[in-house]
């Protein structure tokens, strides 16, 4: 065997092996990142269809909606029927729609990426009909009292971020009772995504980008008013 076998690898030689075996790895995690991302998306959407499920069937076993969850509070509150609910969105209530997954301190259900799944609820309160301070859609006996005609929704579902209520032009439908969405992996508060998390009764949907000056990653689920009397109605809450 000659000495230039015996020799071994330059340091020149053995900084190229490893430029290569790091080149290798990069291309190998990004498309794992990729991978792990899409798996998240998908299993949210799964957790978001059972929450539909669940919603439906808590209003036709109790014929309001339930409360959302105070997510600014470290400690799940009670229910009580006697008291109406105030709280036009929060998270969603794990245990009382009885849906299976993670949840924090106060009993809000977790997404994917370990924060609250949003809910947010109409808070429409007919004064003539039903009993004033009580909204329609979350106090037991209202629907009935206020009847399909007057049970009314002011939520909307809006193509862009607005600062009032969402133009015709961009409107995607109106008369929603409740949105509920995961904020995603980003959790941006620009371009398009500020729109869910302004505290207002206007909510954006949109296809998936990684704009940089336009995400969005929201997953969106909705009920419209006439879905959700179309329930009511087949489980004898309105007359």
Known sequence: MNAAAQRGFSLV???IVLVIIGALAGTAVIPLTTSIR????????????????????????NGKLPCPVDITSDNAAATDSSTPCILPAGGV??????????????????????????YAVSMTDNKELGTSGFPDWLSAGEPGTVGAEKLLADLQLCRKAVSSGCARKDLIAD????VIYSLGEGNDK????????????VFAVSAYSINVNQPFDDQV??????ELVYWLLRANWLP
């Open 13 to 15: 030689e053995l900084s």
């Open 38 to 61: 899409q798996t998240h998306y998908k299993q949210t959407n799964r957790q978001l269809q059972s929450i539909r499920e669940a919603m439906h069937g808590y209003l036709v076993s």
């Open 93 to 118: 209530p794990a245990a009382e729609l009885g849906v299976m997954g993670q949840r924090s301190a106060n009993g809000a259900l977790l997404d994917r990426w370990g924060r609250p799944i949003q």
């Open 175 to 178: 008369q929603i009772v409740w």
């Open 190 to 201: 620009n371009g398009i995504e500020a729109e869910n998390q302004d505290e207002d009764t």
């Open 221 to 226: 689920i909705w009920a419209s008013r006439s």
